[in-house]
């Protein structure tokens, strides 16, 4: 049989949507999307290098959550929406690989990351006495750099096993980016041994980190429940029972998706679960850990101040600070309703693929 190894054009991404109005649609509820992630990513990168008051360890963690975010959410969607728009649903080898490559560096790295974040908080909120000792300058670095290392070696030898492998079936991957085990379905070979491997990566990068993150955050509810302000208590329960959604919106389709075996794998299910990992929760993060976040709103309130003024500065200071609380209170009703919304999207996305 033919192998495809060496064709200049070697895959195609068969996408996600319908080549219709209906497709047209949802393109334009994922344009939304990308576009909501990479500002609120993008804003936060600048509030924590421009302010001197986020540069804490917390907050450098979420910057490299937000880049991390940014990258990943960069490195499907404009390809997809390409292929939609232009036709051509055709991708490269080598292409492919890089594509590949880089979305299992985020998707490991961000697993770590979001770990090595509930511990921050657990420290915090359970040990403050121990907080700078534990979480200083070089251990929130140690954990950012080990999470980058980390994630890119377990992406590379996906991806250099993914492009060893010879490939003689249709070129067809019926997925909106090149995911390894939808490429592995192409193969020529029994892909039992990367099956394996990917059951050791998963547990390791994945399951485990969100075990841990799991476990932290349950000390944290542990101790509020103790706290003797109820207002307090009912606040940071709102908090991590919040985070606790997005970080399960994360690991679990990513998991359920990657563990299952194969003869159980649903090629529109598989596309369906990747939509939470590579495009919602990209969205969520932002809003979620950082916009609720009064120090955070205070840097952007004196960011958009400075920012304002200095454009107008024979306006009325008083037109600013109605624009800050519209926007505001536009984020915090925007964050009540966001995961409803999600769900009301995702149940017509999931009936328009099924039929």
């Not at 990479?38 to 290098?49: E, R, V």
């Not at 990258?71 to 594509?99: D, R």
């Not at 921050?120 to 950012?144: E, F, G, K, T």
């Amino acid at each position: 049989m033919e192998k495809w190894n060496q064709t200049s054009n070697d895959f195609i991404l068969l996408g996600l949507l319908p080549p219709n109005q209906t497709g047209m649609l949802l393109l334009f509820l994922i344009l939304l999307v990308f576009f909501l992630a990479s500002l609120g990513n993008s804003t936060m990168m600048y509030l924590i290098c421009m302010d001197s008051q986020l540069h804490k360890p917390m907050y450098f963690l979420l910057g490299q959550l937000s880049l991390m975010d940014l990258m990943y959410i960069s490195t499907t969607v404009p390809k997809m929406v390409h292929n939609f728009l232009s036709g051509h649903k055709g991708i490269s080898f080598l292409g492919c690989g890089f594509q590949s490559f880089l979305f299992l560096t985020m998707a490991g790295s961000e697993g770590l990351l979001l770990a090595s974040m509930a511990y921050d908080r657990y420290v915090a909120i359970c040990h403050p006495l121990h907080y700078p000792n534990r979480m200083s300058r070089r251990m929130c670095v140690q954990m950012i750099m080990g999470s980058w290392v980390l994630g890119s070696i377990n992406s590379l030898a996906h991806t250099v096993y993914a492009l060893h492998i010879p490939y003689c079936r249709s070129r067809a991957i019926d997925h909106f980016f090149c995911d390894v085990p939808a490429m592995l379905l192409l193969a020529c070979m029994d892909p039992w041994v990367y099956e394996y491997m990917v059951f050791v990566s998963v547990t390791l990068t994945l399951l485990l980190p969100f075990l841990g993150t799991t476990a932290s955050y349950g000390r944290v509810l542990l101790a509020v429940y103790h706290m003797r302000s109820k207002e307090g208590r009912k606040k940071a329960f709102s908090t991590c029972s919040t985070h606790l959604t997005v970080v399960t919106l994360y690991y679990a389709p990513f998991v359920y998706t990657y563990l299952r075996p194969r003869n159980v794998r649903s090629s529109a299910e598989d596309k369906i679960l990747a939509i939470f990992y590579t495009i919602l929760t990209s969205m969520l993060n932002p809003i979620i850990y950082s916009l609720r976040n009064k120090e955070v709103l205070g840097a952007m309130k004196e960011c958009l101040e400075y920012s304002f003024l200095r454009k107008n500065s024979h306006g009325s200071p008083y037109s600013f600070f109605f624009l800050f609380h519209v926007v505001k209170n536009v984020l915090v009703l925007f964050n009540r309703n966001i995961i409803e919304d999600t769900c009301i999207s995702l149940n017509f996305l999931v009936d328009t693929l099924e039929s």
